[in-house]
């Protein structure tokens, strides 16, 4: 009798290492995949912001030259573009949260969180 008792819990006992080691690895394969689907999410994101970023900085570069062009000296232009950047990056850094900070933790929380 005890030693069938002794095998019962022997194999119970097994069966939880087994269980643990299976838990274990489904939540590593979780993580990788919420991971990845993040990142991926990110990268693809930033490619084209940078596309865009190219785009406004030549864009900036012929309304600096055509303002100038208009006001007589080329870097009249320029001076003028870059008082509207830092008008705009104060009112950046002044909604800071509510604009980036906020929809990009959200944006990362609905992704981590999402489920298949």
């Not at 274990?24 to 930033?46: F, H, M, P, Q």
């Not at 190219?54 to 000296?73: R, V």
């Amino acid at each position: 009798m005890a030693n069938k008792t002794t095998s019962t819990i022997e194999i119970l006992f097994e069966k939880a290492e087994s269980y643990t080691k299976t838990t274990i690895e489904l939540a590593k394969l979780n993580v990788i995949d919420k991971t990845s689907d993040v990142l991926s999410s990110l990268i693809s994101r930033l490619a084209i912001a940078i596309v865009f970023v190219m785009f406004i900085f030549l864009f900036n570069l012929g309304l600096s030259f055509w303002i100038g062009e208009i006001l007589g000296n080329f870097y009249y232009g320029f001076f003028i573009v870059a008082a509207f950047y830092l008008l705009i990056s104060v009112v950046l850094y002044s909604y800071k949260d509510q604009w980036i900070k906020i929809p990009v933790s959200n944006f990362i929380i609905r992704k981590m969180i999402k489920s298949k």
